[in-house]
């Protein structure tokens, strides 16, 4: 591991400021991740910024309008077993604990599941040459590679990892929204703006800037997401990554859905929110014929690879499952 | 040979008979190697620097004042340093649970935490659940049900299951394996495991 200089925020406002004046400071939160790269010499940060003692853990109710704020601190376990979540927001509860291990949740925070990188094992072994992710003009190792666990849709020429987190696929389901705080003040990140698609600059993961730090996540007030579901497809009953993921909310009245939020994990480089497959839901009855004709939507524009094309038709199957499933819920 | 019979003497031993640079090698690390690699990184990056600071840590009720560096994993730190060697080193990837620990009473992966961010913390190893000569109900669930082959995961699963009967993440089976997967046994030793723990937890441990 390189050496690295090592300080511990009082404030946020010291955080971000150490790491304002640092481009290659990064904040340290549970370390589940970024200790991991750093033994791996993917990630070489010159200087570490402990947030752990900053007060950003809580989980409570907004308000106004009947959301829940969740700390960026917040320890996954505790946000997964909270009961404001586990009754509003039962599939983010799900996703949290399809994750990793209650070791691993017992550490890992909201603000660093946020910002997990790729699992793609050409960007975590350094032994590999080819990396635009991690060196950008390298090359992508796994397109012509072993590219079992790499992305269908949204990729690009230059990379096609994909994105890891369960947690993050229930929040762009939930149209969360990132609060966080730069040496610029602090500002909102929608869901769907926070993480980026590779494009031509795979080595950027998110439109977080180096300053800001995560203080919250915010989950607005859904009635209807009581109703939800997360689905994870994976080579393990446990303790795996997704091969496919799916997190579904719908609003379903008389037999008919009135709403429906549905994204999935594993097969993009940020959690996918299917918004196709929502329009082809929405007004349709409730049964397997629309949730098939729904996915097909979805997936129409999915591309495989040698490795990797059985997530076409698995995600399919997977959206079909987890929207019965939700169907059928009170 | 009585020295055999206590691991404390039996480590030291072995460290005389390899000889000099063995006891080295086994010794704590981070004093004899830090200025090298301080010196190395400075010449390849200006600005990092090896860091030593102080931590405080209670360990198994006892009080550790040292000065680490940063780059230390709580791991690494109990094993080499303080030479609780109870915590294993599986993959040093947060992977295998070998190297559970719990910390202000909650269970984590040792290896992939640096011990400087728990400065003024509570951590119990395996080494810290018996009390006395009395073994934890868990250790002795482990040893009535078989509840291991080879014992390199033992520590890990032990520690983990200290932590998941409190946690009440023990209905059932289904829920013990789940909540458990974290660990990983290479021996198979997971229905003994399930078993060991569904009779701690009914015991009230």
Same mark, same amino acid.
């Given at each position: 591991m390189n050496p690295f200089s090592y300080t511990r925020a009082a404030d946020a406002q010291q955080a971000t400021n150490a790491a304002g004046s640092n481009a290659s400071a990064k904040f340290l939160a549970g370390g589940t991740n970024l200790i991991d790269l750093m033994k791996m010499g993917v990630e070489r940060p010159t200087q570490l910024v402990d947030v752990n003692r900053l007060p950003l853990a809580q989980i409570e109710e907004m308000p106004s309008g009947g959301g829940v704020?969740? $700390? $960026?601190?917040?320890r996954n376990s505790d946000v997964a077993e909270h009961p404001l979540i586990v009754q509003r927001y039962p599939v983010l509860s799900e996703a949290l604990l399809a994750g990793a291990s209650p070791q691993l949740r017992n550490l890992a925070t909201t603000g660093g599941n946020l910002l997990q990188r790729t699992r793609c094992y050409y960007f975590y072994d350094p032994a590999f040459p080819q990396c635009n992710k991690r060196q950008p003009g390298s090359g992508c190792g796994a397109i012509n590679g072993f590219n079992r666990i790499h992305a269908i849709l949204g990729q690009s020429e230059q990379c096609i990892a994909t994105n890891p987190s369960d947690m993050n696929v229930a929040l762009a389901a939930l149209d969360a929204v990132v609060q966080v705080q730069g040496t610029n003040g602090a500002r909102s990140i929608p869901f769907a703006d926070f993480h980026r698609l590779p494009g031509s600059t795979p080595n950027v993961d998110t439109n977080l800037r180096a300053d800001e730090l995560i203080t919250a996540v915010d989950l607005p007030a859904i009635p209807f997401a009581t109703r939800s579901h997360y689905l994870k497809v994976r080579d393990r009953a446990s303790y795996a990554f997704a091969l496919v993921s799916v997190a579904a909310v719908l609003d379903v009245q008389d037999g008919r859905i009135s709403a429906a939020r549905i994204a999935l994990g594993g097969v993009a480089h940020k959690p996918w929110r299917a918004q196709k497959a929502e329009a082809a839901l929405v007004g349709q009855v409730a049964d397997e014929k629309t949730f098939r004709a729904a996915a097909d939507a979805e997936l129409a524009a999915a591309k495989g690879y040698k490795h990797n094309s059985f997530k076409i038709e698995l995600a399919k199957r997977a959206i079909v499952r987890a929207l019965s499933t939700v169907a059928t819920m009170a | 040979m009585l020295i055999f019979g206590n691991p404390e003497t039996r480590r030291k031993f072995l460290k005389q008979v390899a000889g000099t640079s063995a006891a080295l090698a086994l010794g704590p690390r981070i004093g004899l190697f830090a200025q090298t690699r301080a010196t190395a990184s400075s010449a390849a990056s200006s600005t990092a620097t090896a860091t030593t600071l102080p931590l405080k840590l209670k360990i198994n /009720?006892?009080? &550790? +004042? %040292?000065?680490v560096d940063t780059r230390t994993t709580l791991l690494d730190l109990l094993r080499e340093t303080l030479q609780l060697t109870g915590s294993k080193k599986g993959c040093d990837h947060g992977q295998c649970g070998a190297c559970t620990v719990l910390v202000n009473g909650r269970r984590i992966n040792s290896c992939l935490s640096l011990a400087v961010t728990h400065d /003024?913390?509570? &951590? @119990? @190893?395996?080494? #810290? %659940? +018996?009390? #006395?000569e009395q073994l934890h109900p868990v250790q002795t669930a482990f040893v009535e049900h078989d509840g291991f082959q080879c014992g390199y995961c033992t520590p890990g699963q032990i520690c983990s299951a200290v932590a998941c009967i409190k946690e009440g993440h023990v209905k059932n089976d289904d829920e013990i394996r789940e909540w458990m997967s974290g660990n990983l046994c290479r021996c198979g030793a997971y229905p003994n495991i399930v078993d060991a723990i569904k009779e701690a937890a009914?015991? /009230? +441990?």
């Open positions: 704020r969740i $700390g $960026g601190l917040a | /009720g006892r009080d &550790v +004042a %040292l000065n /003024g913390e509570e &951590v @119990t @190893t395996i080494e #810290g %659940l +018996a009390n #006395g009914a015991k /009230g +441990a």
